[in-house]
């Protein structure tokens, strides 16, 4: 009896672990991309941190590059992917490599392996680069401020009970600094990126399931955001 509760158990974790994204629409930031270079000399492509990636650089995705003909370089095809183990949450000190824009970051779990793209959860920021819907308002500004507060620092990434999209993405709460007490709401204003961005109004309150661990608060930063005209909250959004 026990053996089959476990059994259950660990479908139940399973199915959570693979959280669906019904009302997130796929675009190209969510495909993984390679780098090649502008000549597309030597046929060869890059993940972000390759140390051979130099010169003019185009983002294609994985997809593309293999279609084209295009092979990891010596250098990429021998970096390893991490070995961190990822557990619902679990805490983590990475590196931030690169912003792909207000929601979405690339971050090395450990030197000299393959980065790994991180949607941030509880939260949804102007998009600027989908296909259909183009740059929306204030999504430069919101990407900027990810890239200003984030890009090359190092930053703790908190799991919540799904650690993964079904595009592979890790979903993560960013702390700037390590928290004592991951639920001090203090805590959460000054070192949660997810709650600056609400705060600021650079990103919306997007629920899913069963990533719901500060919903409430979000709703509350939201709000308080709304309330000043902060950011996409201010007049210029009035039609
Ligand atoms: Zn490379």
Redesign the pocket.
Known sequence: MKKLLSIIFLLLLVCAVYVDFPTDTVTADDEETVWITASGAGQ????EN????RGDKIEITIAEAQEQGFT?????KE?PEHSVDIQPDSLHFVRVIRIIDGDTITVELQNETRPERVRLIGIDAPEIRHPQRGVEFFGIEASDFTTESLENRHVWLQFDVGVRDRFGRLLAYVWTEKPIDEDNEEEIRDKMFNARLLLNGYAQVMTIQPNSRYADLFVEFQREAREEGKGLWGEEEKE
Do not use: E, I
């Open positions: 060869r492509y890059h993940y390759c140390r051979m990636l990891p370089c010596r250098v990429c970096q």
